[in-house]
C-alpha cells in the first residue's frame, strides 16, 4: 500500500525490452534506498513495481506485456517518474491508501493557471467515472489529490505550488496521458451494494 504523497522524482535511465515487457533503472536522489530490499515494492507514476536490483541510488525493475498495456509513462527512456516506496504501518497516511494498480489511463482536457494554484481536467475512461465523486480522492502518476469537481467522465483537481514543485504533473500538458487509481473504498462500496446479484 502506498499513501500518494510523492517522495522524489526519478529519472527512467534505462529501459531495455526484455521479451515484451520491459527492465527498467530508475535513478532516485531522494527516496532513501537505504532500507529497500530485493522483493520491496516502489510506486512508479503511481504502478506498483517489484525491485530486482539495486545499485547505490538506483533501482531496477521489471514490468510485464500487462503493466504496459493499461499504464502510461513507463516506457520512456529519459523521462520523469513520481517515486514512493511502500507504506510501514508506523508511516502517516498523509493522502489515502492507494494501492498502486492503476485503473485506467485518463488524458489531459485543460491545464490552467488560476493564481494560486492550477486546475488540472482529466478526462477518465468512461467505465471508471461512476467511482469518482466531488470531494473524493483519486490518483494521477501516483499523486494523491482531491477531487473538486465532476462532469461526466471529466474530472477536476487543484494542484498547489509545492504539488507542482516535487512532481512531474508540473510536465503535463493537453493531450498528455495519465495513469489514474481510483479510490480503493469506492470499489469496496459497489462490490458490498452488488453483492446479492452474484
Not at 58 to 87: I, M, P, W
Not at 141 to 147: A, D, K, P, Q
Not at 153 to 159: P, T
Request: charged share 20%; aromatic share 4%.
Amino acid at each position: 500500500m502506498f499513501s500518494g504523497i510523492v517522495a522524489d522524482v526519478g529519472l527512467i535511465k534505462s529501459a531495455q525490452d526484455r521479451e515484451g515487457g520491459l527492465r527498467l533503472t530508475v535513478a532516485t536522489e531522494m527516496l532513501g534506498m537505504d532500507d529497500v530490499q530485493l522483493g520491496d515494492s516502489i510506486a512508479v507514476n503511481g504502478v506498483c513495481l517489484t525491485v530486482v536490483k539495486i545499485a547505490g541510488s538506483d533501482f531496477t525493475v521489471d514490468v510485464s506485456r500487462e503493466t504496459l498495456n493499461c499504464t502510461t509513462g513507463l516506457e520512456v527512456q529519459g523521462g520523469h517518474v513520481n517515486l514512493e516506496k511502500a507504506l510501514r504501518l508506523s508511516d502517516r497516511l498523509g493522502g489515502h491508501l492507494v494501492s498502486g494498480h492503476v485503473d485506467g489511463v485518463g488524458t489531459v482536457i485543460a491545464f490552467n493557471d488560476i493564481g494560486e494554484s492550477w486546475r488540472l481536467i482529466v478526462r477518465a475512461p468512461q467505465a471508471l467515472a461512476k467511482y469518482i465523486a466531488v470531494k473524493g480522492s483519486v490518483t494521477i502518476n501516483g499523486v494523491s489529490l482531491t477531487v473538486n469537481q465532476v462532469s461526466g467522465a471529466e474530472f477536476e483537481v487543484n494542484l498547489i505550488p509545492h504539488t507542482l514543485d516535487v512532481t512531474t504533473l508540473n510536465e503535463l500538458k493537453v493531450g498528455a496521458k495519465v495513469n489514474l487509481e481510483i479510490d480503493l473504498i469506492a470499489r469496496y462500496v459497489e462490490r458490498m451494494m452488488t453483492a446479492d446479484a452474484v
